[in-house]
């Protein structure tokens, strides 16, 4: 035990330092900066204020960000120009054009359905009594990482032999309907939907929690006034919900719809990318770190950002349109 | 429309839509309903971690509740320092390197981007719009764009042509160089959140702080700081939960050096090589979910109020 500490100790010693150094640098720079008065008191507290933040931004996201755009121009090493053929082989490669594929449907499928149940499970908890059991539990898989989300699944998902017993629960509901399960994570392009599921469960609750949110701020009285208009059911939700909580809808469908762009764990951690599931996020890592060329692995975060491209315009149109109201 | 018929009206939660919808009974069957299933795979997980292995390969988890067969072997063996694990000193020191990564990789963005919000909000510069919209639009670029370049700036430097623009930092692989990767993809989102809410503080108080005299640094410590908890709170839970679950940022930057790597990251591993060691999977995996769990439960009242301020109208 005593080798452990040796080892570990140091570890969280430097975590404390560095957090203390940290506070240390900021209070250090306050104290100064707070002692300029007049007329350069305003330009310093920019300066202090913004200026870890824009200089980290810059070096971090939007730098790489450029980096990254000449690098897919570039070939695997880096060293000479290759023009559009990263881009070429990206889109007419046999198996790359099955990555493709899965990348599309994964938009398709899971910002909506993720998002719907989200607000179908709002609708429905709206003033329900002993509502908060039933939403932590729903909401619990949020908090598990999407490997350990894979992990957990795989006791759904898990395949026996047919003399054997299943222990997955899929494939023991299967055999108890009556029909032999197969090996369903094999299966293309089952699998790719079972990979789905698994976010699915995983953000709903995320959905959930903020549509809820949203619902609950609608007027009380607009409701009321409307009901005794005679709107009833799916009526009132069409004509009253739902339009009070359209941009907050559209806000989480897009942020879902990014999430799903980004995601990597789960294939990583539930097939690795094998028997056709892997996605444009998961393929740019393994073409990157593991096949070694970033000219080709650039390309695929450039598509990325060019998929994600209108979700972020839609947004920045938004929010012009809502500060301006505001 | 009378006032009579006014009183008269039914109780409100009546003319909910969802009730309307499906009548109050159904609503709340169809929520409990989709509650268990939703709960069904992490209790598989639960359960099988509490089997012994032989348990776990002949039949399914869920005979555990009919024939009880309880082992706390699983969770001694991934702690352990002897082998059985095939990992020398256990799943202990994966931990408390989660937690070396977690803590800083969430207080470092929190103050840096309070810092900018209350900047961005509350001392408007020209073009301080085009600042906020700029830091808002990076929000969504997939952190995939900048990996690459971002390792060769820890390993190498930036490099025009034979002029070094900036030096390697060397501090890949150690933990600094996780530490400042999460910081940087951190700020859009936590700028923006905490911007909408800092901005919907009452204009009257920094007003009338103004007026005594208080400098920009006064006004962020004593007015800003105290009032901005909530919104720094829910950002807390947000911040902890991606870092901690976070797995493509630890593989790129630890680049697999044994004594920084994270649970998580080790876990994805460890699905590989424990292809057949369901008990030990199972148990570390429950072990990682127990920490962000804590943290989700015991800050969930900030999670809505500080996630939405000013964002649901």
């Known amino acids: 035990m005593s080798s452990f500490w040796r080892d570990n100790l140091p570890k969280l010693g430097q975590m404390f330092a560095s957090i203390a150094i940290f506070l240390a640098v900021l209070s250090v720079i306050f104290f100064i900066a707070g002692k300029a008065n007049g007329k350069k008191q305003r330009p310093i507290a920019i300066f202090v204020f913004l200026g870890p933040a824009l200089i980290l931004l810059l070096f971090g996201l939007l730098g790489p960000a450029i980096r990254t755009l000449l690098l897919s121009f570039k070939g695997s090493a880096s060293h000479s120009w290759v023009g559009f053929s990263n881009y070429t082989w990206l889109f007419t490669d046999e198996s790359e054009r099955i990555v493709l594929r899965n990348t599309v449907f994964w938009i398709l499928f899971t910002p909506i359905v993720t998002t719907g149940l989200g607000l179908l499970l709002a609708v429905l908890l709206d003033r329900m009594r002993r509502e908060s059991i039933a939403k932590s539990l729903i909401f619990m898989p949020m908090a598990i990482s999407f490997v350990g989300a894979s992990i957990t699944w795989a006791f759904v998902y898990k395949y026996a032999n047919p003399n054997q017993p299943q222990v997955g629960l899929m494939s023991s509901v299967a055999r108890h309907l009556g029909f032999e399960p197969t090996n369903w994570l094999l299966t293309q392009p089952l699998n790719t939907f079972l990979l789905m599921i698994i976010f699915i469960w995983s953000q709903t609750g995320f959905a959930m929690v903020i549509l809820s949110a949203a619902i609950k701020n609608v007027p009380t009285d607009v409701v009321e006034a409307s009901a005794l208009d005679g709107a009833t059911g799916w009526r009132l939700f069409r004509g009253i919900t739902f339009p009070m909580v359209r941009s907050t809808f559209i806000v989480v469908l897009a942020t879902m719809v990014v999430a799903t762009l980004k995601l990597f764990d789960i294939v990583r951690a539930a097939t690795g990318g094998n028997f056709g599931t892997s996605v444009l996020a998961n393929e740019m890592y393994s073409e990157t770190f593991i096949r070694y060329d970033a000219g080709r692995g650039a390309a695929m975060a450039i598509v990325l950002f060019v998929l994600v491209l209108p979700v972020l315009c839609y947004n920045i149109f938004n929010l012009r349109r809502e500060r301006t109201i505001a | ?313």
């Not at chain 2, 009206?9 to 509650?35: E, M, Y």
């Open chain 2, 1 to 313: 429309m009378s006032l009579l018929t006014r009183n008269k009206a039914p109780k409100l939660a009546d003319h909910n839509a969802g009730r309307q919808l499906f009548g109050s009974r159904w609503a709340t069957i169809t929520v409990w309903i989709i509650a268990v299933v939703w709960t069904i795979p992490s209790l598989g997980l639960f359960a099988t971690s509490f089997r012994p292995k032989a348990d776990i390969s002949a039949n399914g988890w869920w005979n555990l509740f009919v024939h009880p067969h309880f082992t706390m072997g699983n969770y001694s063996a991934i702690f352990s320092t002897s082998t059985v694990s095939g990992i020398p000193n256990g799943i202990l020191p994966y931990v408390i390197n989660s937690f070396v990564i977690t803590i800083p990789a969430v207080i470092f963005p929190i103050t840096i981007a309070t810092m900018a919000a209350y900047c961005l909000a509350w001392v408007k510069f020209r073009g301080s719009d085009a600042v906020f919209y700029g830091i808002f639009a990076l929000q969504i670029v997939p952190i995939q764009l900048a990996l690459v370049p971002l390792l060769n700036l820890f390993t190498t430097g930036v490099h025009l042509g034979h002029y070094t623009l900036v030096p390697g930092l060397h501090i890949a692989g150690k933990f600094l160089g996780i530490w400042v990767p999460h910081t940087m993809f951190a700020l859009p989102l936590a700028i923006y959140l905490l911007h909408n809410f800092i901005s919907s503080l009452p204009r009257e108080l920094m007003e009338a702080a103004n007026v005594d005299g208080a400098s920009h640094f006064v006004v962020f410590r004593r007015i800003v700081l105290p009032l901005s908890i909530p919104a720094i709170a829910a950002f807390t839970i947000f911040q902890f939960l991606w870092v901690w679950n976070d797995l493509l940022v630890a593989l790129t930057f630890t680049g697999g050096t044994e004594g920084i790597d994270p649970l998580n990251n080790k876990l994805a591993g460890l699905a590989g090589t424990w292809g057949s060691h369901w008990e030990l999977l199972t148990s570390s995996t429950f072990i990682t979910i127990l920490v962000p769990l804590a943290v989700f439960f015991s800050l969930q009242r900030y999670f809505v109020r500080g996630l939405l301020a000013g964002s649901v109208k």
